[in-house]
């Protein structure tokens, strides 16, 4: 879908406006939750203020210069920023320099900022071609476009696959200024607001606006014996769980990017100059979402939204659709048995759903 025609869909229109004016601070937020690390929340811009990251200090990085470092634990956004900008300036560099070692080794360095190291094996792999990999995906945000699944058909450097996740999206926003990070406290800030604004009981809504603003969800990054688990889901129902799939993880960064990039220019004069201070301010809100209006009881995988209509699981034309889409490319015959064994579906109806969505995949383009 084109930019143009997002942004210009009436519920995505009316939910920017809304949004902006939480940004500018003429309606509050007044978000709180149970969890025991949750901040209490008043207005959007208090999670700007109250930014904290790492959870642990930080004493070692590597290309960065050692007078930004240790960088305490909670530490503010203006301490990060100093890192974030020697990481932008390295990256950009080894990228205009086309240089793959180079650019491996600053992208590392991201992924050490942000506890997102288990990328860093990958990039050692596949540190051959990392440059053009990096400059072919950005040429595609570029072009306001979020089918990631067309433009992979036609990508000649993604010889491997994909790669996008918690950790490679800080490695975008930090070669395109423009572009933010859309991590899961991100993405659960985010799915919360949207939770918040179709409660609000103005008019009734009795299901989510074509999935525009389904924003995708993704886990917290803790053990499994957390006793306090994070929940970063609002509705289960309704938002789709995107761990593990790169494509609808760009589509839905390039989405919530153009949500946030219009949403703060309407809201003309703020307490946020830019993205990044707006998106740090939604990783604050989105910690922990746990006991927090409009927001399902934890470990919830369907249940009720916000005006307690029940929510079903994926339904077969999902899966369908989601096969289809994380296998672009694949012949007929091989998304037809992946709708037989994966879907649930028969051979007729396998057949008659791949015609169907291929249509429907075709309308878009």
Known sequence: MKKKSYLSDTEVQAFCEWFAERINGSVGIDFHGSHPKALTL????????????????INSINRVSRFLLPLSSKAGFLQNRKILDELSDGLTSARDASSDHDFADWAMATMEWGGVGKNKGWIKRHTTGLVQRVLEANAFISTCDDDVARWLRSAKHQVNGLKFNAGWTKV???????????????????????????G???ESRKTMPG?????????????????????????????PNIDQNPIEHLKWNIRA???????????????????????????????????ARCVAEAGASAGEDIRGQVVG???????ARRILLENP??????????????????????????QKLRKELASRE
């Open 329 to 354: 490319g694949a012949q007929r015959k091989e998304i037809i048995a992946k709708f037989i064994q994966e879907a649930g579906l028969t051979k007729a109806g396998a057949s008659t759903y791949y």
């Open 313 to 319: 699981e994926e339904t077969r034309m999902d899966k």
């Open 257 to 291: 990017n153009w949500v946030l990039e219009k949403s703060l220019r309407l809201a003309g004069q703020s307490a946020f100059d830019n993205l990044r201070e707006l998106e740090a301010s939604l990783f604050t809100l989105g910690y922990a979402l746990n006991g």
């Open 200 to 202: 609000k009981g103005e």
């Open 211 to 239: 999935g525009l603003l389904a924003f995708g969800c993704l886990k917290a990054n803790e053990g499994q014996n957390q006793k306090h688990p994070k929940s970063r889901n609002p509705r289960p129902g309704i938002f």
């Open 172 to 198: 975008y926003a930090l070669v395109n200024h423009e572009f933010i990070i859309y991590d899961s406290r991100v993405a659960a800030a985010l799915a919360w607001l949207v939770c918040v604004w179709l």
């Open 42 to 57: 008043e207005f959007l811009h208090d999670g700007l203020f109250n930014y904290a990251w790492p959870d642990k200090t």
